[in-house]
């Protein structure tokens, strides 16, 4: 019984990533909400039944309102969405870890990276954290 609570402590519990609580403030609350699922994405959204399309309304281009189509492939905030790239390609070179996977990148941009410093997964919330609060989406 000890070691079956030992495991289920272990995997219930983890100890999250300390760049994960640098911060604090409603752009730190909206990134966490983001990376928990629990953001006011359509794609979410429409999960929970709360909205009755889980299409972006604000770019037309037909695609679901994901995490990954919010921060890389929306056009309703292309100007921010091209400073956070540069700032990402100018701080740590992200984009050519990951070029053409959406996904992998997003995940990256959601739950920072392991093999990036300590410092550098720091820079990288920032970047998204003054994105989320610059496309006035969260």
Known sequence: MV?????LKKTMFRKCNDYFNVDKG??????????????PLNQQMY??????????????TNEEKSPSHHFLRCHSHSVTKITLLQ?????????????????LLTNLLIQGYPNLTFVQNVQLFHIIEEFTTNSVRF
């Open 3 to 7: 070691s079956f609570k030992l495991n």
């Open 87 to 103: 700032k990402l390609k100018l701080t740590m070179d992200l984009l050519s870890i990951y070029p053409s996977n959406m996904f």
């Open 26 to 39: 409603n752009s730190v609350i909206a990134h966490t909400r983001v990376r928990l699922g629990l953001n």
């Open 47 to 60: 999960t929970l039944r709360i909205v009755p399309s889980p299409i972006c309304h604000r770019c037309n």
